[in-house]
Nanobody
Framework: QVQLVESGGGLVQAGGSLGVSCAAS????????MSWYRQAPGKQRELVADITTDGSTNYADSVKGRFTISRDNAKNTVSLQMTSLKPEDTAVYYCSAVIRLRTGWVATYWGQGTQVTVSS
């Protein structure tokens, strides 16, 4: 079994910075893409950023230049550093990873989510 556990998040004023991290553990053979999604109240979950094993990144237009995704392959972690935060960044942030288990099974796993609230 695999677990993704997020940490960080919280309350910050507009213009501030915040970081969230996610650690994967369990019967992991290898991890492919790792991603951060977010879901605001009444809205669909959306991709914020993702990163491949070799470090190639992709960002939603709304966060380009403000958010930075990174990963530590040795520690099976992915982080999202958020700067110049806006009230519209308020959401529950979820990490996601495509993981190959030691058994060979490949699936996408999700964390439980962490709340980020940006006050105006």
């Amino acid at each position: 079994q695999v677990q993704l556990v997020e940490s960080g998040g919280g309350l910050v004023q507009a213009g501030g910075s915040l970081g969230v991290s996610c650690a994967a553990s369990g019967n992991i053979g290898s991890i492919n893409a790792m991603s951060w999604y977010r879901q605001a109240p009444g809205k669909q979950r959306e991709l914020v950023a993702d990163i491949t094993t070799d470090g190639s990144t992709n960002y939603a237009d709304s966060v380009k230049g403000r958010f930075t995704i990174s990963r530590d392959n040795a520690k099976n972690t992915v982080s999202l550093q958020m700067t110049s935060l806006k009230p519209e960044d308020t959401a529950v942030y979820y990490c996601s990873a495509v993981i190959r288990l030691r058994t060979g099974w490949v699936a996408t796993y999700w964390g439980q989510g962490t709340q980020v609230t940006v006050s105006s």
